[in-house]
């Protein structure tokens, strides 16, 4: 992608389900000289995200898109986001699973952050798998967002060691740690 620090920066949306702590980690970033990206809108599927506080918090849109019709959730995501000029979405624990055309109409610039080290562990409790499967390492990946999933291209990701005493909670609260580094530097990764 074209190189856009020092020029203006682009817009993007970030997706939540839950708690949001790597949306407010973007926010942060998205507020640094360095950072390529401005972040201009809030999208969850629930009203019960706890993340949607940031929203106030940062004074930043947000959107609450019911997905149990998914075709209407999608044509009204995606109305909204042309209307704001939104050209990089960020997923962030958002839990439904974009279809097939709503990705073809954002190709490339949908990005997700998974908690593993894909290709290993796609979906859900990744911990617990790694864990079960007496893995040494654990970690978080960045991807491009594609019809299949967790399977589009890594940008890139970091790894945790797994200690013989981690449990699935002690797992994840590393992971993250991790997450909040790897995905602002994704993002400059994919910019630079
Ligand atoms: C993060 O660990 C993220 O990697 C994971 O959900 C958590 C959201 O935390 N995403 C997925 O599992 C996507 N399949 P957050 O709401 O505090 O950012």
Same mark, same amino acid.
Not at 61 to 77: D, G, H, P, Y
Not at 152 to 171: A, F, P
């Given at each position: 992608m074209k190189k856009l620090i020092g020029l203006k920066k682009t817009k993007a949306a970030v997706f939540i389900s839950g708690k949001g702590s790597n949306l407010e980690n973007l926010i942060k970033f998205s507020k !640094? !000289?360095?950072?390529p990206i401005s972040l201009n809108l809030i999208i969850s599927n629930t009203s019960y995200a706890k993340g949607l506080r940031y929203s106030k918090k940062y004074n930043i849109q947000k959107k609450v898109i019911f997905f149990k019709n998914k075709k209407l959730a999608e044509k009204k995501i995606f109305k909204i986001l042309l209307k704001k000029n939104i050209n990089l979405i960020c997923l962030a624990g958002f839990m439904r699973i974009l279809s097939r055309n709503f990705i073809k109409k954002f190709k490339g610039k949908i990005i997700n952050i998974h908690?593993?080290?894909?290709? !290993?562990?796609?979906?859900?409790n990744t911990h617990k798998k790694a864990i079960e499967n007496n893995d040494k390492y654990a970690g978080c990946s960045v991807h491009f967002v594609t019809?299949?999933?967790?399977?589009?291209?890594?940008i890139m990701q970091k790894k945790v060691k797994i200690k013989k005493n981690d449990t699935v909670d002690s797992l994840s609260k590393k992971v993250l740690k991790k997450e909040h580094l790897l995905y602002p530097a994704a993002i400059k990764k994919i910019y630079n």
């Amino acid at each position: 992608m074209k190189k856009l620090i020092g020029l203006k920066k682009t817009k993007a949306a970030v997706f939540i389900s839950g708690k949001g702590s790597n949306l407010e980690n973007l926010i942060k970033f998205s507020k !640094k !000289k360095i950072s390529p990206i401005s972040l201009n809108l809030i999208i969850s599927n629930t009203s019960y995200a706890k993340g949607l506080r940031y929203s106030k918090k940062y004074n930043i849109q947000k959107k609450v898109i019911f997905f149990k019709n998914k075709k209407l959730a999608e044509k009204k995501i995606f109305k909204i986001l042309l209307k704001k000029n939104i050209n990089l979405i960020c997923l962030a624990g958002f839990m439904r699973i974009l279809s097939r055309n709503f990705i073809k109409k954002f190709k490339g610039k949908i990005i997700n952050i998974h908690p593993s080290l894909l290709p !290993k562990y796609k979906g859900l409790n990744t911990h617990k798998k790694a864990i079960e499967n007496n893995d040494k390492y654990a970690g978080c990946s960045v991807h491009f967002v594609t019809a299949k999933i967790d399977s589009g291209k890594i940008i890139m990701q970091k790894k945790v060691k797994i200690k013989k005493n981690d449990t699935v909670d002690s797992l994840s609260k590393k992971v993250l740690k991790k997450e909040h580094l790897l995905y602002p530097a994704a993002i400059k990764k994919i910019y630079n």
